[in-house]
C-alpha cells in the first residue's frame, strides 16, 4: 500500500482549498486502511458539524467517534472490510468494477502509478486498487509527495480513471450495510466528499 501522506500545510505551499482536499482523502485512507486507535478517535471526537451536508456528515462522524469504544470500533472494521472472501465489503476497484479481485482496473492503476512514479510499500499486503491506497495516491498528487503537486488535469484524469467509477458505490454501501454503526458517516463523508470532487473536476475543466 501507498506509504501514508502527512499533511502540513506549514511546510507545503499548497492553497487553503488544496490542503482541505488533501486533508479528506487523508482521513479516508486513514480509517479505511486500518481500525482507529483510541487517540485518533479522541481527534475525530473534536470534529463539529457546519452547515452544509458534507459538514453535517463529518459533525455525524465526530459524534460517532465521540461514542465509541476502540475495540469495538476494531470488531466493526474486521467485519466489514476484512478476510477476502469473509468481508461484508470488498473495497477493491477489481472488485466493484469487475466482480473478481487482481482484474484489469488493478493492472491499469499499476501502469498509472508507474507513470506516476509511485512505489509500493515494502510491507503491503493489500492489491494497490484498495480505496485507502487510492485515496492515499489522491492526497499525493494533491500535496506533491511524489514530486511537484500534480496539476488539476492531472488529477482528473486519476480521480476519474481510478476512483470516479466506483468509489461512490463502495461508500453508499457502507452507509447501508447491517453491520456498520461507526462506519456509517464514514460512508456518509466519503460518498458527499466524493461527489464534491467530481462536481469540483467538471466546473473546473
Not at 181 to 203: C, D, H, L, T, W
Request: glycine fraction near 6%; hydrophobic fraction near 45%.
Amino acid at each position: 500500500m501507498v506509504t501514508q501522506t502527512i499533511i502540513s500545510t506549514a511546510e507545503e505551499v499548497i492553497a487553503s482549498e488544496e490542503a482541505l482536499r488533501a486533508n479528506a482523502y487523508a482521513l479516508l485512507a486513514t480509517l479505511l486502511r486500518t481500525p482507529p486507535t483510541a487517540e485518533t478517535l479522541q481527534d475525530l471526537a473534536r470534529l463539529e458539524p457546519d452547515d452544509t451536508d458534507l459538514g453535517r456528515a463529518i459533525g455525524s462522524l465526530g459524534a460517532a467517534a465521540a461514542a465509541a469504544n476502540a475495540g469495538a470500533v476494531g470488531e466493526e472494521f474486521h467485519d466489514l472490510f476484512v478476510g477476502v472472501g469473509a468481508s461484508e465489503l470488498k473495497p477493491y476497484a477489481s472488485y466493484y468494477l469487475t466482480g473478481f479481485l487482481y482484474e484489469k482496473p488493478l493492472a491499469d492503476l499499476r501502469d498509472a502509478m508507474a507513470e506516476l512514479g509511485i512505489e509500493i510499500a515494502d510491507d503491503s499486503a493489500e492489491p494497490e486498487d484498495h480505496i485507502a491506497s487510492l485515496c492515499e495516491i489522491m492526497c499525493g498528487l494533491i500535496t506533491g509527495a511524489f514530486g511537484a503537486p500534480a496539476s488539476l488535469a492531472s488529477q482528473r484524469a486519476f480521480f476519474d480513471k481510478h476512483l470516479a467509477p466506483w468509489a461512490d458505490h463502495l461508500f453508499e454501501d457502507l452507509e447501508t450495510v447491517q453491520s456498520a454503526n461507526f462506519y456509517k458517516p464514514v460512508g456518509a463523508v466519503g460518498r458527499m466528499f466524493m461527489r464534491i470532487e467530481s462536481q469540483a473536476f467538471e466546473m473546473a475543466a
